[in-house]
């Protein structure tokens, strides 16, 4: 059954994504979805995490209305009801949270949204999103490149560990040219480190450990920063390098950073240690 559902029992909202046809929004929903109980009694799951789709450009009831109603259409669509901004007055659809299916509370709780983590001290819907204004770099044109790069990838990135991200070229220390290795320029020392998670207390905790890793000379024309991402793209989709992030020497160029069997090594370790709860 679709309700009317009052916007001011909607709480934690924040956008989590923008299309062509509008933009979705996290949110925790007070009242909560319908459920039936042993077969009989009706209930509600209380503070229950969902969506709220606004549609772009429909401001009217009769085009909201109209809009709704392809939507119902689609398939495998659910709606649980219909609310209205109090700030703006625009109508919205209220939806199943896209990653519910996922949400453990083994996993944690997600310090934005209040919901339960999609997997260990990460949350798929507000977390992607929040590592991409980490981006930063000096060079415009480059920045927005690289954050264009990242908004393709995020939603692909589906743990702590496995985020790439931007690395100031100070936090590597320790350089080392590698000879006889073609792709690979220098070892460093990566001071802020892995990210690894750690099970402390009886709950996940994101953490650092202080790294060697590998850097590699990207060897592209300063002008030509659409080859960059070509390049960073291709070592991403051929997974023969785990690659942590992107630096750039302000003296030579702009480099991924990644390690190779010393990651590995340290999945192994985290893996066991996960394995052995308190």
Partial sequence: MIEWIPFERLINLQKIREYESGTIFMATWLDGIRVIKDGI????????????????????????????????????SVVYGITQSTKTNRYAIVIPDEFNSRRKNSNGVCKYCKNYNTSPAWCQSCDPWREELEWTNENKEINNLIKEFIKEYKLKTTEYEKVIEWIPFNELTNLQEIKGVSDLAF???????????????????RSRTTSSVDIMNLNYSQTNT???LEIVKFHIQSEEYRIHGITQNTEIDITPVQSGANYVTLQKWYKKQVAIKP
Avoid: H
């Avoid at 070892?187 to 905790?205: C, H, L, N, P």
């Fill in 226 to 228: 659409l080859k960059l």
């Fill in 41 to 76: 009694a009706q209930s509600r799951n209380e503070l229950c995490g969902v969506n709220i789709k606004i549609l772009r450009g429909i401001r009217t009831c009769d085009l909201f209305i109209k809009e709704l109603t392809n939507y119902m259409k689609q398939k495998e």
């Fill in 187 to 205: 070892m460093a020392t990566w001071d802020k480190g892995v990210r690894t998670i750690k099970y402390q207390s009886g709950e996940y905790i």
